[in-house]
């Protein structure tokens, strides 16, 4: 059975509700205060893993009380931690989160995530990968250590996704490298030049990612998402849900599309899956914690699926 392999952050979220974004020198009241264990690598990682993968995680963690538990909880989801370093120099990365009107702004603090180096990483991409694995990141770790890492993945022969997120232009050189792309709206405009908006848009915006030699997903938030997977051009509706905090729905969503990428499903039938499960983790508050496992999606949606 194929793996997944996650390289990525792991930070502590430090979360808290208002009813408006305050403005400069502003103090306001919040309420809802969450302090639970996320980043976008850890949060990808517990998502395939609560939906039944086989998950090693490769990260790195400052060598206190938020990288203790942060350990932790990506043991108690079933993730393999063994992969995990630990920074006796630097602190745990930490996500600051204001939540409002059912969205959220986000400053993050790198802290141990950036000093995992390249080497480091080789080492244990030697010993734990198999060719056909699959090999997702993101961009929360050092961008050059990032694209090192995917170089050295694919000369393993291992199926390279990233999540180019927190957004910043890769050269068109590098596409080479990759096997598929996952963006949203904004990491689409910077890649590509175009905000994908109408059919017109969402078209023009997966032709540039094919003539780049890259398959690509592009989510449209609760409009749903695009692909040119299979060579055209395909829309995937999204379900109409109450949000309560949106926080890991990006992440829940490629967590969930793994899954059915590991188990060789039908790809559209994982994208519809992505997105319920997406929909599921929008409705509880957090990261890690708000994101269901696959007998909850299951039960949830059996009225017209029939997830396996």
């Known amino acids: 059975m194929k793996k997944l392999i996650v390289l990525g952050s792991l930070n502590m979220d430090i979360s808290i509700q208002s009813d408006y974004m305050p403005r400069s020198g502003e103090t306001i009241n919040g309420y809802g205060f969450l302090m639970n264990s996320g980043g976008k690598g850890g949060n990808q990682a517990v998502a395939a893993a609560k939906l039944g993968v086989e998950v090693k995680m490769i990260a790195k963690v400052g060598n206190d009380i938020f990288g203790k538990q942060l350990i932790d909880d990506l043991k108690s989801y079933?993730?393999?931690?063994?992969n995990v370093e630990m920074s006796e120099?630097?602190?745990?990365?930490?996500?600051?989160?204001?939540?409002?009107?059912?969205?959220n702004r986000i400053i993050l603090s790198n802290g141990a995530n950036h000093t995992l180096d390249i080497e480091t990483i080789k080492e244990k991409l030697k010993k734990i990968a198999n060719?056909?694995?699959?090999?997702?990141?993101?961009?929360?770790?050092?961008?050059?250590?990032v694209k090192?890492?995917?170089?050295?993945?694919?000369?393993?022969?291992?199926?390279?996704?990233?999540?180019?997120?927190?957004?910043?232009?890769?050269d068109d050189s590098f596409y080479k490298y990759l096997d598929l792309v996952i963006v949203n709206q904004s990491e689409c405009e910077l890649l590509t030049g175009i905000y994908p908006e109408g059919e017109k848009a969402y078209q023009i915006a997966l032709q540039?990612?094919?003539?780049?030699?890259?398959?690509?997903i592009i989510t449209l938030g609760t409009d749903g998402s695009i692909t040119n997977y299979s060579g055209g051009y395909e829309y995937i509706s999204s379900r109409k849900v109450t949000a309560v905090d949106t926080t890991a729905a990006g992440d829940s969503y490629i967590g969930a599309l793994c899954r059915y990428?590991?188990?060789e499903k039908d790809f559209l039938e994982g994208l519809k899956f992505a997105s319920d499960v997406a929909a599921l983790t929008v409705t509880k508050k957090g990261a890690q914690i708000s994101i269901p496992n696959f007998n909850e999606v299951k039960e949830y949606f059996k009225e017209d699926r029939n997830y396996e």
């Open 78 to 82: 079933g993730v393999d931690v063994s």
């Open 89 to 103: 120099e630097v602190s745990s990365g930490v996500a600051m989160i204001t939540r409002c009107n059912n969205d």
């Open 131 to 145: 060719p056909g694995d699959i090999f997702l990141t993101q961009l929360e770790n050092d961008f050059e250590v």
């Open 148 to 170: 090192d890492s995917i170089k050295f993945a694919k000369e393993l022969g291992l199926y390279t996704i990233l999540n180019p997120a927190p957004a910043r232009i890769i």
């Open 208 to 216: 540039i990612f094919k003539d780049k030699g890259v398959k690509a």
């Open 261 to 263: 990428m590991i188990y």
